[in-house]
C-alpha cells in the first residue's frame, strides 16, 4: 500500500498540471480564418485580429500593421487554395507553414497564381489569437 500512494500521488499531479496546460492551437484553421476573413474584406474584424507588433515581409520589403492593411485593402482575391500546414507552438506563439495559391488582382492588375510558401504567426492574447507576423515568398509585380 505504500508503493501505490506516490505513484497515486503523482498520477494525480501529472493530471492536475495537464488539465491546467494551455490546449495547442489549431494553425491550419488560424490561417484559414485570415484568409476567409480577408478574402471577404471583414476589415474592422480583420484589423482586431492583427497585433499592434504585426509586421510582414514580401519580395518587395517589410510593412507594419498600417501597410499590411493597405495593401490588402487593393487586393481582389479569387479561388485560393491552402496546404501543406506545418504548426508548432511555444507558449503563446503558434508559427504555421503553409503554401498557398491564389487568383488575386493588386490595383487592377493580375498576379501570377503560383503556388508560394508562406508563413503566418499568431499570438494568444487577452483579446484572443492575433496576427503577429507574416511572410509571403510569393513575387508581387
Known amino acids: 500500500m505504500r508503493r501505490v500512494f506516490p505513484l497515486a500521488l503523482a498520477l494525480c499531479l501529472l493530471l ?6 494551455e490546449p495547442p492551437a489549431d494553425g491550419e484553421k488560424l490561417v484559414r480564418q485570415l484568409w476567409q476573413t480577408t478574402a471577404a474584406k471583414l476589415w474592422p474584424q480583420k484589423a482586431g485580429m492583427i497585433s499592434p507588433a504585426f509586421q510582414s515581409v514580401h519580395s518587395f520589403g517589410a510593412r507594419g500593421k498600417a501597410e499590411e492593411l493597405d495593401l490588402l485593402s487593393k487586393v481582389d482575391f479569387g479561388k485560393f487554395e491552402l496546404s501543406g500546414f506545418r504548426t508548432t507552438q511555444q507558449g503563446p506563439v503558434v508559427v504555421v507553414t ?14 501570377d ?6 508563413m503566418s504567426v499568431f499570438i494568444r492574447t487577452d483579446k484572443g489569437w492575433q496576427w503577429l507576423a507574416h511572410a509571403n515568398l510569393s513575387p508581387i509585380p
Not at 503553409?98 to 498576379?111: A, C, D, P, Q, S
Open 113 to 118: 497564381g503560383k503556388t508560394a510558401a508562406r
Open 98 to 111: 503553409y503554401l498557398g495559391k491564389v487568383e488575386e488582382m493588386i490595383n487592377g492588375m493580375r498576379v
Open 16 to 21: 492536475a498540471c495537464a488539465a491546467w496546460a
